[in-house]
């Protein structure tokens, strides 16, 4: 049997089965770990005396080089076998964390986010998607997706709280080891991962390079790609700042309130738990996203996600920032936070089919990890020259209602239903 789904391991005719469970728990340590870099920012910047554009270029770095690797390691687990792919991740994780622990100045936590990036992406959705999507039956494939993303989400929910109470019982510097624990712990979950070695394509079937040079001609292809941009903005942005900007702009929170009542007390635990709502509400946004991906068209979905969250980042911006708003900005953007997760690398499996599944997503999680390094750096650096947010909570209201409408004109049929090209 030469079929990419046989070559992969078994195809599960249920949503539930081992693959993705052992999926969501590498991307729910990985990303509880990723969604809380934000918190760092203000201990470290505070210790070494930098201003908030140096640290926030080594979370930058991590996610432009997240989104260099992620094609990378799709290619290689495609190649050599997911598990290998996912224990590679692992490994530049847990050396950029270790290390990260020891750096003294900016350039050395710059460069050690390298590391960190390639780590999220061996252990984030490029590879973790693609084996989920092989393993999965066409009438689950979806909403296991959706699951598997929303793992991710629930990782953002424990991360930032976790993160913050080791912060306040010890430095930043051990913080980050725990963390680098965590990871090696989360590998016993392979054991339940099934991913024998790929074998060559079969006769008749195109090779990785014809079906990448194929779909990045496509104009389909670079819509999907140029509309992720903003998603990785507007995420990337709101995790790494969003902590620090509320700490500042709320201060203390009100004794009175019902906030305080549950210990959120400070604008550094509003932060925290700003973060925490977002993982929260976008569990059931991307559980949704993916159930809906299977009966509608997942491009009007993207356009709808897209136009939903440019409303709700204009009107938060626009409006006083108050304790209250920042809870309902959190569960409002959590709802719409990964939902385009399950829905762009469906539309990428259904129009390219999923034997490349995992490279191709990763091409186009590229763009969304350009748009995240372009959001944590300018955060960081408008910070510094302004000391406000403002003009880059605008760039990522624009850019969200761009991938809105560069959506509309994919065509969502598979790439081999398509009608041969008319000779001239």
């Keep these: 049997m030469t079929s990419a789904a046989a070559q992969q391991g078994p195809q599960y005719d249920r949503l539930m089965h081992p693959v993705l469970i052992a999926g969501c728990i590498i991307i729910l340590v990985s990303f509880a770990i990723r969604a809380s870099f934000g918190l760092f920012q203000l201990p470290i910047a505070t210790e070494f005396g930098w201003p908030r554009a140096s640290f926030s270029l080594a979370i930058a770095l991590q996610n432009l080089f997240w989104g260099i690797g992620q094609p990378l390691f799709a290619a290689f687990a495609e190649r050599y076998g997911d598990r290998r792919a996912i224990l590679a991740g692992a490994a530049f994780y847990v050396v950029g964390l270790v290390l990260s622990s020891f750096a003294t100045t900016p350039g050395q936590h710059q460069w050690l986010e390298i590391l960190v990036g390639f780590g999220i992406a061996g252990t984030g959705f490029g590879v973790i998607l693609a084996v989920v999507g092989r393993a999965t039956s066409d009438k689950h494939r979806s909403l296991a997706l959706g699951v598997a993303t929303a793992a991710g989400s629930a990782g953002q929910i424990v991360g930032p709280p976790l993160a913050q109470a080791l912060l306040s019982q010890m430095a930043w510097q051990s913080v980050f080891v725990v963390f680098a624990g965590l990871i090696v712990v989360s590998l016993l979950a392979l054991f339940m991962m099934r991913a024998p070695l790929p074998q060559k394509p079969a006769v008749g079937e195109d090779d990785m390079r014809t079906v990448v040079k194929r779909a990045v001609t496509d104009p389909s292809f670079l819509c999907i790609f140029f509309g992720f941009f903003s998603c990785g903005y507007q995420l990337a942005f709101i995790t790494a700042h969003f902590p620090a900007f509320i700490t500042e702009v709320c201060g203390t929170v009100s004794p009175g309130s019902l906030l305080y009542s549950i210990g959120i007390t400070s604008g550094a635990s509003l932060g925290a738990a700003s973060i925490a709502i977002i993982g929260f509400f976008n569990i059931g946004g991307t559980l949704l996203a993916g159930w809906l991906g299977n009966r509608y068209s997942r491009k009007y979905l993207l356009a709808t996600v897209y136009a939903l969250r440019t409303v709700v980042a204009g009107a938060f911006i626009m409006l006083p920032v108050t304790p209250v708003s920042v809870v309902l900005f959190s569960i409002a953007m959590g709802s719409l936070w990964l939902a385009t997760v399950p829905l762009t690398s469906g539309l990428v499996a259904e129009i390219y089919g999923l034997r490349y599944m995992g490279t191709l997503y990763g091409l186009v999680f590229f763009s969304h990890q350009l ?35 560069i959506h509309l004109p994919v065509k969502e049929m598979p790439w081999a239903q398509r009608p041969a090209p008319v000779a001239a």
């Design 371 to 405: 748009g995240g390094f372009l959001g944590v750096w300018l955060g960081g650096a408008m910070y510094d020259l302004n000391h406000s947010y403002t003009l880059v909570w605008w760039i990522g209201v624009g850019a969200g209602a761009f991938s809105a409408l």
